[in-house]
């Protein structure tokens, strides 16, 4: 395929020097993870600050919603937010404030939101200012790219999809199995291509014109570069214009979630899951086991959304 050869020479890690990692990440060392997030605790008392003091512009007395239905997103990033501060907050974790317009308008305590592909929850918000409040926890510190992040970055932001919401791009949990760097990024036409390199433990679940959420965005895979441990994606025009990932450069990193149905898949497998169907005393189970086995991973797909 054309496209194969020309991105072949695009797989080029730049070389990066190494910084030095603030004492707050000393806990999130890690082979995949290597934050050089820019750490901004609050000292002094601001207008600005949720970490400080609470906004005087909401009632106190907002009660914290206890979400009844499971989160699930669509991978249809709904807009782009910009990161108005991060840092140590009072309570001892570690806080990330976010101006929107979109996911505000219909807020509450608790609420999931996707921020470039990783659920969180929401802690605080001030609809006035536009703006809302997550939680990060060190794993997710570890696991995503949101240790890249400073004030002015902007993020991909999708609310947790309704029971009665159209499902627009695929099953995107928001739980980030890994990040990708990116590799090689090349224009054509109006579109972008854009390859980027990964662990072999993710890649294993990476397919050709397959799912993937791609910092909470709904891609499609086009090619895998197998001994590259690459695989690459195009973005058309409109999607380039609503997403955060064209705005980053090569060496930056994205969050990857990969479609949850070959984890599924997978996980039966070694199991022993078909080996317990084909050793029935049935004669006809035999014949049904493949039936079987596709309707099972469709139940447990369906499940994994399920909103009951």
Known sequence: MVLSTSLHSLCIIPHTSQSKIPSIFNLLKSPLAKPHLKINPIFKPSSLSLFTQPSKLRPKTQNFRTPTIHSLFTGIVEEMGEIKQLGMADHGGFDLKIHAKTVIEDVH?????AVNGTCLTVTDFDTHLGEFTVGLAPE???KTSLSELEPGSLVNLERAIPPTGRMGGHFVQGHVDGTAEIVGKQVEGDSLWIKVKTDKNLLKYV???GF???D???LTVVDVFEEELCF???LVAYTRQKVVIPLKEIGQKVNLEVDILGKYVERLLSSGFVDSIKGSRFPETHNKVSSC???VVFTLVVESGSYL
């Not at 305590?109 to 939101?113: K, Q």
């Open 140 to 142: 997710t510190l570890r």
């Open 293 to 295: 086995f596709t309707y």
């Open 232 to 234: 690459n994606f195009m």
């Open 212 to 214: 993937i959420a791609i």
């Open 216 to 218: 909470g965005t709904s």
């Open 207 to 209: 397919v050709p014109k």
């Open 109 to 113: 305590l608790g609420d999931s939101i």
